[in-house]
Every structure is written in C-alpha cells, then in structure tokens.
C-alpha cells in the first residue's frame, strides 16, 4: 500500500447515530440534538481540533449530509483521511422486512434504474445462472461509495454483519474480491469489522489475503469479543501489524469499563489504531490525551 | 459422535442465511445442503458455498445424507416439511412460530419426541442473557412470589401502507403481529411461568395492514396450579416508527420488589438487600455488559449462536432442549385463546 501507516486514532459516528440501550431518555435526547446537521459539524470541528486526522463514518442515510459539508470546505477539512464503512445495514434490513429478500434484492439492483449499469446487468435476458456474483458485489460497493466521492480514502470498511456472516460460510471468493476491488479502484485498504477476530484472521493468512486492515471491538471484559480475551490477547501478541494493521473499537465496553482503565489497557496491546466516539469536547480531549502514540 | 454433524437448510431466507453462517461455524457441523424456492439463492450458494442445493424440502431430504434440518420457512409450509422430516428421521430447529394451530403442534411434539429426535424452536430470547439472568432471579424468590407481569413488544415493522402482497399479509401465511411478535412476547410468558390458563379483553387492531392485526392487547390469568393469581397484560405494536430495532419489554411485580427487563439491560428495585446477588435495597440497574456470555462464533448477537449451538449439543450431547415443540404449542394456544377472545368481542359488539 503506498498510503502509508493507518491514523492511530480515528473518530467514529456512533456517538451520532447508534443506538443508546442504556436509556431512552438519552438517546431521544441524541436523535433530537443531531437531526441538526450543525451540532454534528460542531463535534467533528472539536474532535479536529483535539487532534483528530481519521473519520470513520458508515454509509447511512446521513452521510451524504456531512461529507458534502466535508467537501464543501477543502481549506479546513481536506487533511482529513476517510475510513467509511459500508454498507447501512438497517436499510437492508428496512427493505427486507418490507419486501422479502428477493424484493429488496430487486430494489438494490434497480435503485438506479433499469437503465443504470447495475440495472442493465441485471435485465435484458441475463440467466441467473450466469449471474456473476463478484460483478454484483463490486456494483453495489460502488453504488455505496458514491458517498465519499473526493474525499481522502484510506481504508473502506465491510460492516460485521455482513463479514461476520460470510466468516460462517467459510468461502475466500467474496473476501478476495472485496479486497481487490478497494485496493483497485479506490486506491485504499480494504478494511473488515469483526466480533470474531481470532477466527477472521486465521482465515484471512489461510485465504492468503494480506494488506487487510481489521477492526474489532477490543476492551478488557471481553464485551463483543468471540470467542474470549484470553484468545484475542494471543491472537494480537502475534500479531503482524504490518500485514493485518488492528483497529480497536468499543474500547469502553459500551460505557463499562471508565476512560482510564480502557486505553491503559488498550495501550498495552499490539493495536495499531483506535476508533473512538464522543461527543462533548472534554470526553474528545481526554480520549485523545488516553490513546498513546496521538498526535500531541 | 466423532463425525461432523450434517445438517440441512429448509427455507433461505433471513433466518435460513443466519443460521446457514452460525451452525456451520461450529467445530463439529456442518451445512451440507439448502432448499429454496429462489433460484438466485440456490445457484448462489452452489456456486460459492458448493453445498448441495434443491428447490424445495422433498430434493434435499431425497438427495442429503443428513443429521438433522434447520427449518426457516414460513409456517403455512411447516406441517408438510414436518411430515417428511419425521418421516426420515432427522432432528428439527424450526423457526418461530412452529406452526399455525396447536393441533399440528401437538402432533409434531408427540411425534418427535416418541422417535427419540430432538426437537427446538426459535425463540431466541430465551438464550438472551438478560432474560435469563431475570429468569433466575425469579426462580430464586429474589421478589418473592410473582402477583403481576407486563409483556410488551415493539418495533417499527410495518409503518407505512404495505398493500396485500407477501405472505406476512395474511393469517394463512402465519402473517399478523399475533403470529410473527407476540408469538415472543407470548413465549417470554411461557418461558417464565408457563402457560396461562386463560384470556380476556383482549383487542386486535390494524394500522397498517388490511387483513391482519397490527397492535395486539390482551390480559392473562393463572388460574390454577403453582402460580394461581398470577395475572398480566400483554401489549404488542410492531407498527411504532419510535423503535428502530424490535424491542421486548417484560415486567414482573411481586411482594419483594420490581424487575424491568429488556433485550440489553434491567433494573430492580427491591424491598430488601440482597447480598447473595450483590443487590441493594430499592433500585439497581443491571447492563448486558455485567452479565453477558461469551460464545465461540458471534454473527447477529449472543442468542442466536447459543440457541443453534444448544440445539447441536442436544443431538450430539442429549444437552435438555430449553424451547421444545410442546413448549412452542402451549404459545399456539394462547395465539388461538386470543383470536377467539377478540372474536368474541367483535361478534359481542355486533349483537
């Protein structure tokens, strides 16, 4: 990869827009301050200016929002290096639960048009059997990436579900593809989220694919962790970082484990990087100040 | 059993795909063959997966060699399925609600359990460590006998006009919040004190649909037997747009205190300390990150790999079923108790 070392730290958007189980007070309060697209440019401004040069944001339906705000001034925001994670699973899932699987299939394919290259692909006469799946994958990648257009790439990320998913079937194709196709055509890493690392990784030096920057959550309870801490904590000991760089998420154990405690115990893993969200600029400085090796 | 279990997909649809990935993770099974009706899905995963593939339940039974199936279609089709499952002789996961009417259940129940062949059924909560964890608590006197509950389950499912297609829009197809989600709120009954002798008052009301119910209300009563004076409400809206993800509330009242359950956290309030569980007088809140288990293979949640991985371990380990088929029938017959009852009204109304 010519591009160089992935950010140490990166900031995430589930501060903005994941669910709070913890209270619904809270997260009615959330959903109300961030309908503002200003409250979420407020956060982003603090988190840059606590040093902040990586923004991981997934593929929702807000998304278009910001990165034009992003786009807009190049000036104040055109350092910044972009870890988008595709694709928005909820509006799948929306879609499926209101059409059937082979609904929304037909609604993805044709999002565009029948007229679209995706459209035209899949009409006009072209035998399921001779449907080429690799083809399809890297058309609906795109059609997701369309997003981030002028923006500073560094890793694309495949959301869990989707990873996690295909990990059970047990077949390289779709991951070998998927890799390609970001190295090609967007000159960036491919990225996997995982809540099985061990198992992913084993697969991936199996599968031969290398180059591969994969994200789990990572925190000392071992929350979203399978098969366990004990596993992950060998699994990172050995650990390349070169060939499979490790970005952390869910350091906090969705708010269990305290600041503090998470990153002394991150800090003394073979974690490359961290992804993190917050949103008052107090907890944005003291995370940053939290994560060794930031930028001061 | 050294050798792998093989196991069998009827019905790739959502569920069918989760389950394809979880059950074929684990160390001593494997997926060898799939049934479904879409063409895509099939020459997808013959391609790719290089499993087995047939159109529908008779091929696969036919051309596998097989330990057990997954069944993940939709209920209208199961007692057919079923027949033939029982028939070959093959141990059966079958997706949530089972079937249409307890007399098929029953039938099946009996049937599988006579041929010695485990026999599960797809309510996921009950592998939920939050539910569990409440469970215990219960079952431990922690608020001393139970006098009343609240199960209440929500989602944003059908929030717009979704016309007459899809087999969710109709009884027949097992379409209708009584059949898809009150199917778990009912369980969740079921699962902590078993079935209720009765229902009354109970209300079905659409929003959206036009032939099935969308809000679901209902009252619950213990007669008889160990929890006699127990009684509950139940109330199900899987067309409230304020639920992102579907979302089941269960609360339980007793002399000693409150508990307030949900998917991922929980609070008790308590009249008393409790020092064996570290409880405090009045209230405490408990998170999933305090209780939560570990699994070897995690895709949609906790749940769904411990209920599969249960489900293997009762075939190879004769590990007890925690959700058998009598355990999803009793749930039919409280779905048929509320139909009736809300019949019952409507007809009342009309006279």
């Known amino acids: 990869m010519s591009k160089g070392p992935i950010d140490r730290i990166v900031f995430g958007d589930n501060q903005f827009f994941g669910i709070n189980h913890m209270s619904q007070d809270k997260a009615q309060e959330r959903a109300e301050r961030f309908a503002k ?111 981030y257009h002028d923006l500073d790439l560094k890793v694309v990320f495949l959301q869990n579900i989707i990873v996690d998913l295909m990990l059970g079937y047990d077949v390289a194709e779709p991951f070998v593809a998927y890799c390609q196709h970001i190295r090609k055509k967007y000159g960036a890493y491919p990225g996997l989220i995982t809540q099985n690392l061990p198992f992913l990784r084993r697969k991936l030096i199996e599968w031969g694919i290398e180059d591969v920057v994969i994200c789990a959550s990572i925190n000392k309870i071992g929350y979203l962790m399978s098969p366990g801490v004990a596993e992950y904590e060998a699994v990172l000991a050995e650990n390349d970082g070169s060939k499979y760089p490790v970005m952390a998420m869910s350091t906090l154990a969705s708010g269990a484990v305290p600041p503090v405690e998470a990153y002394d115990y991150i800090n003394k893993l073979n974690v490359q990087s961290v992804v993190f969200g917050a949103s008052s600029p107090g907890n944005i400085q003291q995370t940053v100040s939290l994560i060794e090796g930031a930028p001061a | 059993m050294t050798s792998p279990l093989r196991l069998g997909i009827i019905g790739a649809g959502r569920m069918g795909i989760t389950h394809y990935s979880i059950a074929n993770a684990h160390d001593h099974a494997a997926i060898t063959g799939v049934a479904d009706p879409s063409k895509l899905v099939t020459t997808m995963l013959g391609k790719y997966a290089k499993v087995g593939t047939y159109k529908d339940y008779k091929g696969l039974l036919k051309g596998e060699e097989l330990d057990g199936v997954l069944v993940c279609t939709p209920p209208a089709f199961n007692p057919d399925i079923l ?125 959206y649909s036009k032939q099935v119910e969308d809000i679901v209300s209902s009252s619950l009563f213990y007669d008889n037997g160990p929890r006699g004076g127990l009684a509950g409400t139940l109330y199900v809206n899987w067309s409230d747009a304020s639920y992102r993800k579907p979302t089941n509330k269960f609360e339980i009242f007793g002399k000693g205190g409150k508990i307030q359950v949900d998917q991922h956290g929980m609070k008790v309030f308590l009249a008393e300390a409790n020092e064996a569980h570290d409880l405090k007088q009045g209230w405490n809140q408990i998170y999933i990150t305090d209780v939560f288990s570990s699994v070897p293979f995690y895709v949609r949640g906790i749940e769904y790999t411990a209920q599969l991985f249960d489900f293997i371990a009762s075939i190879r380990e004769g590990k007890p079923v925690r959700c058998t088929f009598a355990d999803a029938t009793a749930n039919l017959r409280v779905m048929e108790q509320l139909f009736a009852d809300d019949a019952a009204r409507v007809a009342g109304d009309a006279a």
């Open chain 2, 83 to 207: 027949d033939a499952v029982l028939e070959a002789k093959l141990h059966a996961f079958v997706e949530k609600p089972f079937m249409l009417n307890s007399a098929d259940g029953d039938r099946f129940a009996k049937g599988f359990d006579a041929a010695g062949l485990v026999n599960q059924v797809g309510y996921v909560n009950r592998w939920n460590d939050m539910f569990t964890k409440a469970k215990t608590f219960v079952d431990e006197g922690l608020i001393g006998e139970p006098l009343r509950f609240r199960s209440e389950m929500f989602s944003g499912t059908i929030i717009r006009d979704v016309g007459e297609a899809g087999w969710r829009s109709t009884h027949a197809n097992g379409g209708g919040a009584i059949y898809e989600m009150a199917s778990h709120a009912i369980d969740l009954i079921g699962y902590f004190f078993g079935a209720p002798d009765r229902v009354g008052g109970t209300s079905l009301s659409k929003v």
């Open chain 1, 37 to 147: 697209l200003d409250n979420i440019m407020a956060v982003y401004d603090h988190a840059i200016e606590a040093g902040v040069e990586g923004i991981m944001l997934n593929s929702n339906d807000r998304a278009k929002g910001i990165c034009d705000r992003f786009r807009a001034d190049k000036a104040k925001y055109g350092h910044l290096k972009w870890y988008p994670s595709i694709p928005y699973p909820h509006k799948y899932a929306a879609m499926v639960n209101d059409k059937g699987m082979v609904g929304a299939a037909q609604e993805m394919l044709f999002a565009k048009g029948a007229k679209s290259a995706l459209g035209k692909m899949v009409s006009g006469g072209m035998a399921v059997a001779t449907l080429d799946a690799v083809k399809l994958m890297k058309m609906l990648v795109d059609q997701e990436m369309e997003i």
